[in-house]
T-cell receptor, first 111, second 111 residues
Framework: DTEVTQTPKHLVMGMTNKKSLKCEQH?????MYWYKQKAKKPPELMFV???????INESVPSRFSPECPNSSLLNLHLHALQPEDSALYLC??????????FGSGTQLSVL | KQEVTQIPAALSVPEGENLVLNCSFT??????LQWFRQDPGKGLTSLLL?????REQTSGRLNASLDKSSGRSTLYIAASQPGDSATYLC??????????FGSGTRLQVQP
């Protein structure tokens, strides 16, 4: 199994909502990542977890809250988002410095 | 801080042409370099991974080369087809243990 599964595929939320994005992998990878991609722009790193500990936070606003409950799961909790947060959110995993495997992403629209 | 640049930003070619996409990175201390393909509104499809100790990798009509000392990678696409139309992204995996993406090359192959 070389897949990274992200749910939901699409999400529409209001600015007062709380929602969560989920990411799962069963490749035994110990590093997991969240990237944000705006339309016609490259993906930008948000967070990196290594061995279930947050190792990189790219100065992301606190309305985005990552969580790594175990080595296979990665969540991104969303609260009080702004319309400019609308983007494709990509999850990835890797084994140390090896190849990153990406999920198909969650397309988020904030109204 | 790693910076990745891709040239050209856009490319339109007739079907059957061989073409080269260029990628440069500022910090040569990388573990690997990955090339991805992205179709509009979709996630990332991994094409090729070149480890820092390697010079090139091949997959079908694709060949990627890496020159760490000069901070450059190229993606060669042979006998281009309309189905190759997409955005191609290169990304360097460096000391921060995360991928830094270039801004991409939008390729259009005309039938």
């Amino acid at each position: 199994d070389t897949e990274v599964t992200q749910t939901p595929k699409h999400l529409v939320m209001g600015m007062t909502n709380k929602k969560s994005l989920k990411c799962e992998q069963h490749m035994g990878h110990r590093a997991m990542y969240w990237y944000k991609q705006k339309a016609k722009k490259p993906p930008e790193l948000m967070f990196v977890y290594s061995y279930e500990k947050l190792s990189i936070n790219e100065s992301v606003p606190s309305r985005f809250s990552p969580e790594c409950p175990n080595s296979s799961l990665l969540n991104l909790h969303l609260h009080a988002l702004q319309p400019e947060d609308s983007a494709l959110y990509l999850c990835a995993s890797s084994q140390d410095v090896e190849k990153l495997f990406f999920g198909s992403g969650t397309q988020l629209s904030v109204l | 801080k790693q910076e990745v640049t891709q040239i050209p930003a856009a490319l339109s070619v007739p079907e059957g042409e061989n073409l080269v996409l260029n990628c440069s990175f500022t910090d040569s201390a990388i573990y690997n370099l990955q090339w991805f393909r992205q179709d509009p509104g979709k996630g990332l499809t991994s094409l090729l991974l070149i480890q820092s100790s390697q010079r090139e990798q091949t997959s079908g009509r694709l060949n990627a080369s890496l020159d760490k000392s000069s901070g450059r990678s190229t993606l060669y696409i042979a006998a281009s087809q309309p189905g190759d139309s997409a955005t191609y992204l290169c990304a360097a995996f460096g000391g921060r243990r995360a991928l830094t993406f270039g801004s991409g090359t939008r390729l259009q192959v005309q039938p």
